[in-house]
């Protein structure tokens, strides 16, 4: 008669179903640091790099705005 221990492994508690954006199926997995690909339809999707700063003609457009707004010109 073989034995289930209470504590043994089972792989389907620890795994993370994510669903694809754009087959609508579970097969989402982690490729490392903030990297995500679809197994099925081969989407993939990197968050960590889409996170960067801003370019420089929208930090000059910010300043410009800063400015005439404190200074009151307009």
Sequence with gaps: MARRHADSYDWHSDTHHLECPRCGHHSVVAHG??????????WHRDVASSSGPL???VLIAIAIITIILITGIG
């Excluded at 640091?33 to 081969?42: H, I, K, Q």
């Design 55 to 57: 370019p420089i003609p």
């Design 33 to 42: 640091e903030g990297r995500y690909a679809c197994l099925r339809c081969r």
